[in-house]
């Protein structure tokens, strides 16, 4: 048994018996017939049997996870062609295709940051990476399945006492030194848990955690910099599906000091952020650091710079700001009205107390460049 086996993802020997599992599980047609069905169709008995028939017979001859990932890509890209009103990619030729890659992003959507990722540097010619998940996701075994079948590992959260919870943080390092090494790429959010406030900022401990790996170096730190090939990934959306939601949560904590999460509220977050509407949504992926760092707090101020210089400012954003009483400049990307209907319909349905917490999210963009001076 690996000391990694409680934490990677499916191998290939494991693709026939998960599939089989997957398509066995009750909650899958409720799930899968909004991607897979008609409107009309999706939610009623007959959609729910159809999916299940038709998942069975589209899944019946893969025995790789390669070949699921390329079944995933047919619908993801159908995806982002229905609820998207079009995606750029910058950053994408600096890839040497030899090179494997730590990719670490801001993170707002649980399921869709690492996807857009995974599928347009595959379009490019690259292997899908490793993706870095939360044991909180993986509570529903029906996520849990899908997720590790696409490449996702576990990132053990709230282990009890000191001597565990270090033990846990090193094999986690471990893990993603040796995918490195094996030629593997990794996405790993920039902090633990979607940025519900739009505050886009690396985690000192993040850095800490991945340097555990190289201990035995005299440098751990920098080590793993010269190791791990980080780039700096920003992803911008003009419209975030889970807006509303996030501001609800927001609000609820700052009345009550906490927010008690729901058991499915994570895979109707996942739902939600792939079949909701997003409006424009730009991917950039930064040059590779390089260079000596005093501390992980330098680390993480150099992957700011990269992650929100490479941000791109929606109109959404500027009137976000304006709404929130900022003096801000007009966006360099042309106004799409269709997006800034929906962004105002969204607003619009929220509690006047909790609307303040909806426009943070989009406002924050801003305000995190010009505090590192982007303007």
Known sequence: MSEFDSI????DAEVSEVLSRIIGHPDLPSAAAKFVMPDALAQTVFGAWATRLFLRNKMRNITSVAECQQVIAEYFEKLI?????GVTVTGLEQLNRDQCYLFTS???????????????????GHETCRMAVGDNLLEHDLAADLMKLNKSFVVHRGARGTREGYRILTRTSKYIRDSLADGVSVWIAQKEGRAKDGWDR???????????GYRDSAEPLNTMVEDSQIVPVSISYELDPCASAKALELHRTAVDGSYAKSAEEDVESIITG?????????????????????????????IDEGILGGMCVFPTHVEAARLSGEEVADSTVSVLPESLEIFGQELGRLESDVQPYYLLQYANLIRNRRDIGLG
């Open 81 to 85: 062609t229905d609820t998207s009103f």
């Open 8 to 11: 990677r993802p499916y191998c």
């Open 202 to 212: 690396t985690d000192p401990a993040l850095l800490k955690m991945l340097s555990l």
């Open 106 to 124: 801001n993170h707002r959507d649980i399921v869709l940051d690492s996807g857009l990722l995974n599928y347009y540097i595959h379009q490019a």
């Open 274 to 302: 792939l079949i909701g509407k997003k409006g424009r949504i730009h991917l950039n992926l930064g040059d590779p650091i390089r260079g000596d760092f005093e501390s992980p707090q330098a680390l993480a101020e150099t």
